[in-house]
């Protein structure tokens, strides 16, 4: 079964750091891996997605890497603002066994606090 | 606006009453989700349903039952619910083959409360 921890749990972090957030996964037969934010009481926001054959993909100030043989990822936050408070959520995408649809397994989330 | 609406937002019901979570998708595809999201607990898969089939029941109890009427909307149907079932209710959508890139599109939620 996959598991899927986010380290930390929290954190807190002045404007202007450069922050980096880490997710692992137990099972690297993974299709992709998508990290995602979501606002107090909101739906989730996708950020990134990383296909299972690429190494990175980049967003504006964000940056996420995927290492599958050691089950790995980051999510690389540079020049932080207050704006980017949120929960960050890392979630790795698979094929359900015998069928055509994928599943994600999620973390439990990092919790995001930038301030000013 | 991620293309995926619900409704409604925020629900308040008595354990024994019935109600029912509308989820709508204007992206053209084709596999819908249920996820639950309890407080300090990892997302949840419920439901999936893959070109209106159901093919994923997480061992979900019977006082939550999906309904997939085509391939843009999905609804969820409760009845006599327990406390413990609050929580913020998500529905997904994804364009499916086997050569897809498969990303999962969130509506904004419902937020449940049972008392």
């Known amino acids: 079964k996959q598991e899927v921890t986010q380290i930390p749990a929290a954190l807190s972090v002045p404007e202007g750091e450069n922050l980096v957030l880490n997710c692992s996964f137990t099972?690297?037969?993974?299709?992709?891996l998508q990290w995602f934010r979501q606002d107090p009481g909101k739906g989730l926001t996708s950020l990134l997605l990383?296909?299972?054959?690429?190494r990175e993909q980049t967003s504006g100030r964000l940056n996420a890497s995927l290492d599958k043989s050691s089950g790995r990822s980051t999510l690389y936050i540079a020049a932080s603002q207050p704006g980017d408070s949120a929960t960050y959520l890392c979630?790795?995408?698979?094929?359900?066994?015998?069928?055509?649809?994928?599943?994600?397994?999620f973390g439990q989330g990092t919790i995001l606090t930038v301030h000013p | 606006e991620t293309g995926v609406t619900q409704t409604p937002r925020h629900l308040v019901m008595g354990m024994t009453n019935k109600k029912s979570l509308k989820c709508e998708q204007h992206?053209?595809?084709?596999?819908m989700y249920w996820y639950k999201q309890s407080a300090k607990k990892p997302l949840e898969l419920m439901f999936v349903?893959?070109?209106?089939?159901?093919?994923e029941n997480n061992s979900v109890p019977s006082r939550f039952s999906p309904e997939c009427p085509n391939s843009s909307h999905l609804f969820l149907h409760l009845h006599t619910l327990q406390p413990e079932d609050s929580a913020l209710y998500l529905c997904?959508?994804?364009?499916?083959?086997?050569?897809?890139?498969?990303?999962?599109?969130f509506g904004p939620g419902t937020r449940l409360t049972v008392t």
């Open positions: 997904a959508s994804s364009l499916h083959g086997l050569l897809d890139p498969y990303e999962q599109y």
């Open positions: 099972d690297s037969a993974i299709y992709n």
């Open positions: 990383i296909q299972s054959s690429q």
């Open positions: 979630a790795v995408g698979f094929w359900a066994g015998g069928t055509s649809y994928g599943k994600l397994t």
């Open positions: 992206l053209g595809h084709n596999a």
């Open positions: 349903y893959n070109f209106k089939e159901q093919t």
